[in-house]
């Protein structure tokens, strides 16, 4: 089993910034990829970024240029940098790992990002 635990999220103005983090427990060592998925209201969750084993990133197009995603492996943590927001990126941010093949695969709690002036 695997837990994860995101933090961060908050109310921004736009073009502003914010960080996201998602630690990770559990049987880490079992893990091909971490991601960052999103759900607006009304709207299917979408993957934004993600980075698989070892160390390749892939972003959305919404997304390219403007976040980051990154890992610290001694602290078992997810990042994703978020930069020059949009009122459209208001949304529930999602952390998800899962093993390869997706046989297993596990959700964080969510953490809402809200973009309004």
């Known amino acids: 089993q695997v837990q994860l635990v995101e933090s961060g999220g908050g109310l921004v103005q736009p073009g502003g910034s914010l960080r996201l983090s998602c630690v990770a427990s559990?049987?880490?060592?079992?893990?091909?990829?971490m991601n960052w998925y999103r759900q607006a209201p009304g709207k299917e969750r979408e993957l934004v970024a993600g980075?698989?084993?070892?160390?390749?990133?892939n972003y959305a197009d919404f997304v390219k240029g403007r976040f980051t995603v990154s890992k610290n492996n001694a602290k078992d943590t997810l990042y994703l940098q978020m930069d020059s927001l949009k009122p459209e990126d208001t949304a529930v941010y999602y952390c998800n790992a899962h093993t390869v093949q997706r046989r297993l695969e596990y959700w964080g709690q969510g953490t809402q990002v809200t973009i309004s002036s």
């Open positions: 559990g049987r880490i060592f079992s893990l091909y990829a």
């Open positions: 980075i698989t084993n070892p160390d390749r990133t």
